[in-house]
């Protein structure tokens, strides 16, 4: 596995959600699932580009203003930051366009493969991860730049998840960083 996620680095570099290159990236790991799979599909999903780096700048940008108008207009800085907290509240957790409109609209990809039982289901076992890639945050450029966000080896455990639900029997293997 280590060896096709660095073939699918350098044969497809950074993997920006909704450009060409996740595409691709898609496509790869489709051809690949294909031989161990009964069935491999890629499903088209649309995104507005550049949305959740924008919460976060909204995030910081408008604690930051809040802060510096506190001092001059306190009632506006009262203002602003509940309007903030609530555009990431129904942005994230309840999945609400709030300023996607802003953005360019572009396609992400699902890759789904399945594998048919040959007997009676009676689980279900789910695998899934990010084949994109996050850009590195920059502070300044040039010699003097610094990172915000630094590769760092990591070791993946996986850990089962059971549901539940007994009408629907779902086992999950969810990855943890160590």
Same mark, same amino acid.
């Given at each position: 596995?280590?060896?096709?996620?660095?073939e699918i680095c350098e044969a497809v570099g950074p993997r920006i959600s909704g450009s060409p290159q996740e595409a691709q990236a898609?496509?790869?790991?489709?051809?690949?699932?294909?031989?161990?799979?009964?069935?491999?599909?890629?499903?088209?999903?649309?995104?507005?580009?550049?949305?959740? !780096?924008? %919460?976060?700048? @909204? +995030?910081?940008?408008? $604690? *930051?203003?809040? /802060?510096? =108008?506190?001092?001059?207009? !306190?009632? %506006?800085?009262? @203002? +602003?930051?509940?309007? $903030? *907290?609530?555009? /990431?509240? =129904?942005?994230?957790?309840?999945?609400?366009?709030?300023?996607?409109?802003?953005?360019?609209?572009?396609?992400?990809?699902?890759?789904?493969?399945?594998?048919?039982?040959?007997?009676?289901?009676?689980?279900?076992?789910?695998?899934?991860?990010?084949?994109?890639?996050?850009?590195?945050?920059?502070?300044?450029?040039?010699?003097f730049s610094i990172r915000l966000a630094r590769p760092k080896p990591v070791t993946l455990r996986y850990f089962m998840v059971q549901?539940?639900?007994?009408?629907?029997?779902?086992?999950?293997?969810?990855?943890?960083?160590?």
């Open positions: 596995m280590k060896e096709f996620i660095q898609a496509r790869l790991i489709a051809a690949r699932l294909e031989v161990a799979s009964d069935e491999v599909g890629i499903e088209e999903v649309p995104i507005h580009i550049g949305v959740a !780096p924008a %919460l976060t700048t @909204l +995030l910081v940008g408008g $604690v *930051l203003v809040a /802060l510096v =108008l506190y001092w001059f207009v !306190p009632l %506006l800085a009262v @203002l +602003l930051i509940p309007l $903030v *907290l609530l555009v /990431l509240y =129904l942005s994230r957790p309840r999945g609400k366009d709030v300023i996607d409109f802003l953005f360019p609209k572009g396609m992400t990809q699902n890759v789904v493969a399945k594998l048919h039982p040959t007997g009676p289901t009676k689980r279900r076992v789910i695998l899934s991860g990010h084949h994109d890639s996050a850009p590195v945050a920059r502070i300044f450029s040039g010699p549901s539940p639900h007994a009408s629907c029997p779902v086992t999950s293997l969810a990855p943890v960083m160590t």
